[in-house]
């Protein structure tokens, strides 16, 4: 089960961390992506994190964002900050349970979880 949480409104250049919880991932290959998709926009990833703490950022993102993950509690964070209105999306938490030494391609994703929406405001 995957639960994405801690969207919401923010101004431009503000903060907002989200969380994933992936409870029931046990796979020691397991990666952990998040993804956004805009409006009239495809789904383009943003950041994965893979079981041994190796990680991704995309090039818009870059500098701005960083992710984490908590094992004992199941959960990757990605802390946002200089949030900009292009930031605006719904964003998604998705696990590859095989994924190795991760991929920023949604295909490669077995499971999604709900999004949630982030709206940076001008």
């Known amino acids: 089960q995957l639960q994405a949480s801690g969207g919401g409104l923010v101004q431009a250049g503000g903060s907002l961390r989200l969380s994933c919880l992936a409870s029931?991932?046990?796979?020691?290959?397991?990666?952990i992506g998040w993804f956004r998709q805009a409006p009239g926009k495809e789904r383009e990833g943003v950041s994965y994190i893979t079981s041994g703490g190796r990680n991704y950022f995309a090039d818009s993102v870059k500098g701005r964002f960083t992710i984490s993950r908590d094992n004992a509690k199941n959960t990757v964070y990605l802390q946002m900050n200089s949030l900009k209105p292009e930031d605006t999306a719904v964003y998604y938490c998705?696990?590859?349970?095989?994924?190795?030494?991760?991929?920023?391609?949604?295909?490669?994703?077995?499971?999604w979880g709900r999004g949630t929406l982030v709206t940076v405001s001008s």
């Open positions: 998705a696990v590859d349970t095989f994924g190795g030494s991760g991929s920023s391609d949604p295909d490669e994703y077995d499971y």
């Open positions: 029931g991932f046990t796979s020691q290959y397991a990666v």
